[in-house]
């Protein structure tokens, strides 16, 4: 949701501010601008649509500035339009804003500053704070921090904020609200965005900012104060991973990049995780036996792609744990009066760990007395700060809008924490467990193996690319993999998609299916393929009405019924997830493919939530 870069220091700025957008851009893609630190007037340049549009627009002699900000903005308040690009600014224009994230109390604000004068040219809530800190600015005597650390307390939402003026224009000042926001600490420059890939290239030094921090950087310093002007000491951590990771690597698309990454993605969040006496290894989840024994229920909170990864979370833990799992959309969760307590354990996943709904539901459970555990992929990201404890997986940065490899690496994650839990309250024996983390360091190579074998798949789906709707089927595990299937077709391919579990078929869906409906039916279904017998006869229910079915089988297994099998390799029904949902992801980016799609970065999308 809005991707926001800042750089001081004795480049030409306009290089590492547009390369930051550029690798922010999947936080959104409305449109793109720049401020530029020329002194005593800055530069500005905003333009609707995508970070090219902004780029063309810049003037060949574009003026040599050492310092500036730059907007990649997912809109809110106001259409994507160049007037409601960031940055926005006073009515002299020598100060700038930008922002992500929404200021709630806006329209008072403007209503007070036209009051004294203020004129507003945008339709966005961002524009209040370039006239409030413009004000606030003069009344502190030109201090852009002090204003900003003023104007912070007049506003109500979630916000980060950038700010430069023309009078100081080597001064950057930021600030964060349940949004994100990293200080990149160089060599005689600094910078400041929503995620540090923007600034990969030039630094792996990096600061966490914590809630209402205001951080001022200039060429040679960084400043970090509270509030009330306190300095705040700075919390550094090193990135670990290099900026070959934010690129595309000869891949047609990220999407397509992140899809061939998932085997090393599972083998790197699986490794060293079971001792050579078969425990378990989880320390970072920070519980003793005696706290794992008192769990009395688990609630797992997520959003989107990662709700499905908590779904699966559901069939493992309470099958090998034996501990009775809810699994809540993040935005509904707090809006109703959820049973917690201190025997409650919430599990909240999250790639990104900003998404705004999963971070409010969080606070509300731990508010009410809950533990919480996160799921994350992103390092010193807010879901982990504000969690109790956090599994990281180890995805590396996943750039595409379109969630692959993360879900696939937190469908691990949660099945380590059902082998923690079962061991420890002595539900599986270590012989069990042993087995079982054995079968799953197998997947990275069965995940390979489908991979190897996609191009069939791939022509197979370009012949569907003019249905105007598919269904997918799934029972047990194969139920939220079928929603992920529909998921990721909708959002890429912009088609129909829905997914049903397999039993309510008769209950109301059956009525979609016409003459040629595609349904993709998953056959891997329950212990013991207890209910591949129901998948079947669910196959022969849709193909009796006039479906085209498409069938995600497991080598070996009978099918009847099928216009076209797609196999992948045997695995225990719990684990299959992880690899019956690679095939649908492929289908899913060729089907964008095929209908001349934007696959990383699709239509009204943005790859990080932060707002409700
Ligand atoms: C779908 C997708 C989204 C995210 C959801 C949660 O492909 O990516 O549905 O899964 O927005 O995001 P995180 O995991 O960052 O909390």
Redesign the pocket.
């Known amino acids: 949701m809005c991707g926001i870069v800042g750089y001081t220091g004795p480049q030409s700025a306009i290089t590492p501010l547009v390369e930051g957008l550029r690798r922010l851009e999947y936080r959104g893609y409305d449109s793109a601008g720049i401020a530029l630190g020329t002194p005593g007037s800055l530069f500005i340049e905003k333009r609707a649509g995508k970070l090219g549009n902004l780029e063309g627009a810049l003037p060949a002699n574009l003026p040599v500035v050492h310092s500036g900000i730059g907007h990649t903005r997912w809109a809110t308040h106001g259409g994507p339009t160049d007037r409601n690009a960031h940055p926005h600014v006073d009515n002299e224009g020598k100060l700038a804003v930008i922002h992500n994230g929404i200021i709630e109390n806006y329209s008072e604000l403007k209503i007070e500053l036209e009051k004294r004068g203020h004129k507003f040219t945008s339709d966005t809530d961002t524009e209040s704070v370039a006239h409030l800190l413009s004000d606030l600015r003069k009344e502190n005597k030109g201090d852009l921090t002090a204003a900003m650390r003023e104007a912070v307390k007049k506003l109500r939402g979630s916000f980060t904020l950038l700010a430069i003026h023309a009078d100081a224009p080597e001064t950057i000042v930021g600030v964060r609200r349940n949004s994100p926001l990293v200080v990149g600490i160089g060599d005689g420059e600094n910078f400041m965005a929503s995620d540090v890939a923007a600034f990969i290239d030039y630094t792996k030094r990096a600061i966490e900012l914590g809630q209402d921090e205001v951080v001022t950087i200039t060429p040679g310093g960084i400043e970090i104060t509270d509030l009330s002007g306190k300095k705040v000491a700075p919390r550094e951590y090193e990135i670990t991973w290099d900026s070959a990771a934010a690129q595309k690597g000869g891949f047609s698309h990220f999407m397509l990049k992140e899809i061939f990454e998932q085997p090393k993605a599972v083998a790197d969040t699986l490794i060293g995780r079971l001792s050579d006496n078969n425990q378990i290894q989880l320390d970072e989840i920070h519980m003793s036996d005696k706290e794992i024994k008192a769990i009395k229920k688990i609630v797992v909170i997520?959003?989107?792609?990662?709700y499905h990864a908590g779904m699966v979370a559901k069939y493992a833990i309470e099958k090998w744990a034996k501990i009775s799992v809810e699994v809540e959309i993040a935005s509904e969760y707090r809006y109703r009066d959820p049973i917690i307590d201190a025997g409650t354990l919430v599990i909240a996943?999250?790639?990104?760990?900003?998404?705004m709904d999963?971070l409010m539901a969080i606070r509300h459970a731990k508010a009410a007395g809950a533990r919480v555990l996160a799921i994350c992929n992103t390092n010193s990201s807010t879901i982990p700060r504000e969690s109790d404890a956090v599994l990281y997986t180890h995805a590396g940065p996943e750039i595409a809008?379109?969630?692959t490899k993360?879900f696939l690496t937190q469908v691990v994650a949660v099945y380590l924490i059902g082998l923690k839990l079962a061991q420890v309250r002595g539900e599986l024996k270590d012989s069990e467990i042993h087995n079982l983390y054995n079968e799953m360091l197998e997947l990275p190579a069965k995940i390979e193996q489908i991979l190897e074998t996609v191009e069939p798949l791939r022509e197979l789906t370009r012949g569907f690319a003019q249905s105007a709707s598919v269904l997918f089927l799934g029972r047990n595990v194969g139920y939220p993999v079928a929603l992920e299937g529909a998921?990721?077709l909708k959002?890429l391919a912009y088609m129909h998609a829905e997914g049903f579990a397999g039993g309510e078929l008769k209950h109301g869906p059956i009525a979609l299916i016409d003459q040629g409906t595609p349904v993709i039916a998953i056959l891997p279904a329950g212990h013991d393929h207890a209910l591949d017998e129901k998948m079947l006869s669910n196959i022969q229910e849709v193909k009796a009405r006039g479906a085209r079915v498409i069938v995600i089988a497991q080598e070996g297994d009978k099918v009847v019924g099928a216009e076209h099998i797609i196999r992948i390799p045997v695995a225990s029904a719990l684990l299959q997830p992880v690899l019956a949902t690679v095939p649908l992801q492929v289908f899913a980016y060729e089907m964008a493919v095929t209908r001349g799609n934007d696959v990383d970065q699709p239509r009204n999308l943005a790859?990080?939530?932060t707002v409700e």
Do not use: D, R
């Open positions: 997520a959003c989107g792609t990662a996943i999250s790639q990104s760990g900003e998404t999963t809008v379109a969630s993360a998921l990721k959002e790859k990080s939530v």
